[in-house]
């Protein structure tokens, strides 16, 4: 199946700062790359998302690249506020043959941004 | 609109009893997926749902859990003689077939003493 490794595992940054968290995964046929933020105690939450065709996206202060042919992909976060303190997780996603989007998740960054 | 809602959100288990935690999805998505989440780990796939049809359990940890959809709506993860092992957040998301986005819940934290 699936394996998704995700460094660093903690991560602190000033505010101001860019942060980067970076994911590899294994299966060459996962075609889609959610982002999850989770806040403690709180529901993960999609933050961005990029699909295989596709080799970077960025949202505001949030970006995503993907090499398909190094199976990395990363996360970028540029000018960092203390509400970015979050845990952040990376997922590569197959579509099953039952037609549905098999997830498998990364083991987390732990993101603290001080003031 | 409302987003996918779980209940309990705590449940504390005496090793041995039987728990039942109850999902609702968003409404009209036919997707449903259970995750457990250990403390200080990614969620990790328990089992789909497409409607009332549960098309992959691959991910349950043994006999002991047992899911059901069955009308297609709400969704209820049982676990049997509860272990200590089974303590962890239990979530739930839901999707649209059209789309890859998942949704989830706020979890059930179960704690098995």
Same mark, same amino acid.
């Given at each position: ?115 | ?33 259970? =995750?457990?989440? !250990? ?8 089992? @789909? %749902?497409?409607?009332?049809?549960? #098309? ?33 957040? =239990?979530?739930? !998301? ?8 998942? @949704? %989830?819940?706020?979890?059930?934290? #179960?704690?098995?003493?």
């Amino acid at each position: 199946g699936e394996n998704v490794e995700q460094h660093p595992s903690t991560l602190s940054v000033q505010e101001g700062d860019s942060a980067v968290i970076k994911c590899t995964y294994s299966d060459s046929a996962s075609n889609y790359f959610p982002w999850y933020k989770q806040e403690l105690g709180k529901r993960p939450q999609l933050i961005i998302d990029i699909r295989s065709n596709v080799g970077e996206k960025k949202d505001q202060r949030i970006a995503v690249t993907l090499n398909k042919t190094a199976k990395h992909f990363s996360l970028h976060i540029t000018e960092t506020q203390p509400e970015d303190s979050a845990v952040y997780f990376c997922a590569a996603s197959i579509k099953d043959s039952g037609g549905y989007q098999k997830v498998t998740f990364g083991t987390g960054t732990k993101l603290q941004v001080i003031p | 609109g409302a987003g996918v809602s779980q209940s309990p959100r705590y449940k504390v288990a005496k090793r041995g009893q039987d728990v039942a935690l109850r999902c609702d999805p968003i409404s009209g998505h036919v997707s449903l997926f259970w =995750y457990q989440q !250990a403390l200080g780990q990614g969620p990790e796939f328990l089992t @789909y %749902f497409q409607n009332e049809a549960q #098309l992959d359990k691959s991910g349950l940890p043994s006999d002991r859990f047992f899911a059901e959809r069955p009308e297609g709506s709400v969704s209820t993860l049982k676990i049997q003689r509860t272990q200590q092992e089974d303590s962890a957040v =239990y979530l739930c !998301a839901s999707s649209s077939f059209r789309t890859d986005t998942q @949704y %989830f819940g706020p979890g059930t934290r #179960l704690t098995v003493l």
